[in-house]
């Protein structure tokens, strides 16, 4: 490493690099953590409520509104299908689409998914004060329109 070149700590806004990403993987394990009494992880998570939002997506339409691969979706929708929480159909106008739905079980676990996510997010951020929340927010969405940015010019 140059002598001249700074380290990662040095910067004034490594701080902030760090405390988001932590946490992110804090806010990840709690919400997983809250979730094991449904047999549920945050990825499965994600998918119940675009389903419960968005009913009859398609898993391309799903996997770019979730920012992940097709590999991701191909892995975990058979699962949730075998569990009986989504079924997939065939799009009446196009053979080569199929369909996500919620079914009735997925819907009720979707549902009391939501509470205890609901429930978490209460708890954690009711001691901050709705405007520096919404600050967080807009400062979070910033970061995220940078990186995927970043990402569109990489890839």
């Not at 047999?39 to 996997?63: F, M, V």
């Amino acid at each position: 490493m140059n002598k001249n070149q700074s380290l990662p700590w040095d910067h004034p806004r490594f701080r902030s690099w760090i405390a988001v990403g932590r946490a992110c993987q804090m806010m990840q394990t709690a919400l997983g953590r809250a979730l094991a009494p449904l047999d549920i992880k945050t990825p499965h998570l994600d998918i119940l409520i675009n389903l419960y939002r968005h009913e009859g997506i398609s898993q391309q339409e799903l996997a770019r509104k979730l920012l992940v691969g097709r590999s991701n979706m191909s892995m975990l929708l058979p699962q949730m299908e075998k569990r009986g929480l989504i079924s997939r159909r065939d799009d009446p106008k196009d053979k080569r689409v199929l369909r996500l739905f919620l079914t009735e079980n997925g819907r009720d676990v979707t549902e009391r998914a939501m509470t205890i996510q609901t429930e978490l997010i209460e708890r954690t951020l009711s001691v901050t004060p709705i405007d520096q929340c919404l600050a967080m927010a807009e400062s979070m969405e910033l970061l995220i329109a940078r990186l995927q940015a970043e990402e569109e010019t990489a890839g």
